[in-house]
């Protein structure tokens, strides 16, 4: 069975950190890129940021460049996401997502709160 279980996110104040977790399992994630996507309350999924499968290239959207970090543990078979700096903008679901060819993976997403 497939899996993608997304984990460490919770509530935090304007300029914390936090480093999410993406743990896959039923497949490696050797061949596969990764994404991270967050969804605000009444608003589009979003695309975070992007890995490729050798974890050679990376991309952000703009408006977290400089303080978010894709990275992956293909060992561990695991994505993560290390958030610093964080704005109440912030605040979305935040969802890990497996993707090769016309393949699409999709963990159930994990709530992330920037609030004082």
């Known amino acids: 069975q497939v899996r993608l279980v997304e984990s460490g996110g919770g509530l935090v104040q304007p300029g914390g950190s936090l480093r999410l977790s993406c743990a896959a399992s039923?497949?490696?994630?050797?061949?596969?890129?990764m994404r991270w996507y967050r969804q605000a309350p009444g608003k589009e999924r979003e695309l975070v940021a992007h890995?490729?499968?050798?974890?050679?290239?990376?991309n952000y959207k703009d408006s977290v460049k400089g303080r978010f970090t894709i990275s992956r543990d293909n060992a561990k078979n695991t994505v993560y996401l290390q958030m610093n700096s964080l704005k109440p903008e912030d605040t979305a679901v935040y969802f890990c997502?497996?993707?090769?060819?016309?393949?699409?993976?999709w963990g159930q997403g994990t709530q992330v709160t920037v609030s004082s």
């Open positions: 997502n497996a993707f090769r060819n016309f393949i699409n993976y």
């Open positions: 039923g497949f490696t994630i050797t061949t596969y890129a």
């Open positions: 890995i490729s499968s050798t974890g050679d290239s990376t």
